[in-house]
C-alpha cells in the first residue's frame, strides 16, 4: 500500500514536497489555510541563489538545490525559471573581496566583474561601482507562478489539494502523529510534514514539541510595468532589485525585503525612489504596490528539515530560503520520509537540535 502522507502548507515547499512525494508513490493530501501557494511565497523576492548564507554546509546544500532546479525546469510545465544571473556589490569593498574569495574556495562560480563589463551586464545601471561579482549560474522564478506549477503537477500524478482548510492542530493517538484536525474532522496519514511556514511553531506546540523560530517581515516595492530595463538581479547597497517576467522592477534592502517597521507605504515609495534613481529608463515608472511577507526563520537562521526523536509520524520543513532550497528539501525529504534514507547535506539540519527546542 502506498504511504499516505499530509503535507500541512502549499508554499513553494509543501508544493515541492507534494510533487517528489506523488512522483515517488506516495498517497498526498495537501492541506492549505488559505489559498493555493501560500503566504510568504508570494512575498519573496525569489532569487535562486547559493551566494548567501554561511556556514560551508549550507552553502553546499543551496548548490545542491540549484542543480535541483534545472532538473525541475525539464520536468515541470510553466515552472518559468530565467537563469538570468546576478550582480553583487552590497558589501564594502574589503569585505566583499574576502567573502567572494571564501566561495571560490567552495567551488562557488562567482567573478570579479569591473565597471565595464557591469555596464555589459547591465547598461541601464545609472551609477555603477568600479567592481562587482557576478553570478552567472543564478536565477529567479516567479514565485506563485512556480508553486502552482507544482501543485498541478502533483495533482496530476494523484495529488489532494485542499485549500481553505485550516489545520487546528496536530492528531495524536498514544504518542504519535496520525493526522490533522480541520473543522471537518481528522485527516488521518501515516506522516504529516509541517511546511506551513509562519505556522509551524503553532502546530508543532500542539503535540508539545517546541520550535523555536523567527517571522521577520519583508517589505518589496512593485512598480508599475516597464519595458526591459534589467536583464538579471542586482545587488545595490540599499537595495536589491530585479525585474518581473511582466516588467515590474520588485526591489527591497536586501533579498528578504525592508524591515517596514513605523510608516510602511512610506518606506516603499522611498524604495521605489532609490530604484528610479538607480535604473536608466525608471525615472517617474511610480510604485505600483508593495508586498509585505513573513520569512519562517528558525532561530539559528538554518533550514529545521526531519524527524523529532520520540515522535513518529512527524516530519518538519521550515526555512527561511524556500525559493532556493524547495527543490532539494522536497526531494531529500521524501527519499527520507518514503524510503528511510536522509542524506548527508541535512546533516547539520535536524528540527530538534541544539538552539531550536
Not at 75 to 86: A, K, Q, R, S, T
Not at 245 to 272: I, K, N, S, Y
Amino acid at each position: 500500500m502506498p504511504k499516505r502522507v499530509i503535507v500541512v502548507g502549499s508554499g513553494i515547499i509543501g508544493a515541492s514536497l507534494a510533487y517528489h512525494l506523488a512522483k515517488a508513490g506516495a498517497e498526498v493530501i495537501v492541506i492549505e489555510a488559505d489559498q493555493p501557494g501560500g503566504l510568504a511565497t508570494r512575498a519573496s523576492w525569489a532569487w535562486i541563489n547559493a551566494s548567501w548564507g554561511n556556514p560551508e554546509p549550507y552553502f553546499r546544500l543551496r548548490m545542491r538545490s540549484i542543480a535541483e532546479w534545472r532538473r525541475l525546469a525539464a520536468e515541470v510545465p510553466d515552472l518559468g525559471v530565467n537563469w538570468c544571473g546576478g550582480l553583487i556589490y552590497d558589501l564594502p569593498e574589503a569585505e566583499l573581496d574576502s567573502y567572494a574569495a571564501e566561495r571560490g574556495t567552495w567551488g562557488h562560480p562567482i567573478r570579479r566583474v569591473s565597471r565595464e563589463a557591469i555596464l555589459h551586464i547591465e547598461p541601464n545601471l545609472a551609477d555603477p561601482p568600479a567592481h562587482a561579482y557576478y553570478v552567472e549560474g543564478e536565477g529567479v522564478v516567479e514565485p506563485l507562478t512556480a508553486a502552482e506549477a507544482l501543485l498541478q503537477s502533483a495533482m496530476a500524478l494523484g495529488a489532494q489539494l485542499l485549500p481553505e482548510t485550516p489545520v487546528s492542530w496536530l492528531a495524536e493517538d498514544q504518542g504519535r502523529v496520525v493526522g490533522v484536525m480541520t473543522e471537518e474532522g481528522v485527516i488521518h496519514a501515516d506522516e504529516t510534514i509541517v511546511a506551513a511556514g509562519a505556522g509551524a511553531a503553532q502546530l508543532l506546540d500542539s503535540v508539545g514539541v517546541t520550535l523555536k523560530m523567527s517571522t521577520p517581515a519583508g517589505l518589496l516595492s512593485h512598480s508599475n510595468p516597464a519595458p526591459k530595463l534589467l536583464n538579471g538581479l542586482v545587488m545595490a547597497p540599499g537595495a536589491h532589485v530585479r525585474q518581473t517576467a511582466e516588467g515590474r522592477l520588485v526591489a527591497g534592502t536586501d533579498f528578504g525585503g525592508a524591515d517596514p517597521e513605523g510608516d510602511a507605504a512610506a518606506l516603499a515609495v522611498a524604495l521605489q525612489a532609490q530604484v528610479e534613481a538607480m535604473v536608466k529608463g525608471a525615472k517617474g515608472l511610480g510604485l505600483d504596490f508593495f508586498s509585505v511577507g513573513y520569512r519562517p526563520t528558525p532561530a539559528d537562521g538554518f533550514s529545521a528539515i526531519g524527524r523529532w526523536q520520540g515522535r513518529e509520524g512527524l516530519y518538519t520543513v521550515v526555512t527561511h530560503s524556500g525559493v532556493t532550497l524547495a527543490p532539494a528539501l522536497g526531494l531529500l525529504a521524501a527519499n527520507e520520509i518514503l524510503n528511510g534514507v536522509r542524506d548527508p547535506l541535512l546533516a547539520s539540519f535536524a528540527p530538534d537540535r541544539a538552539g531550536l527546542t
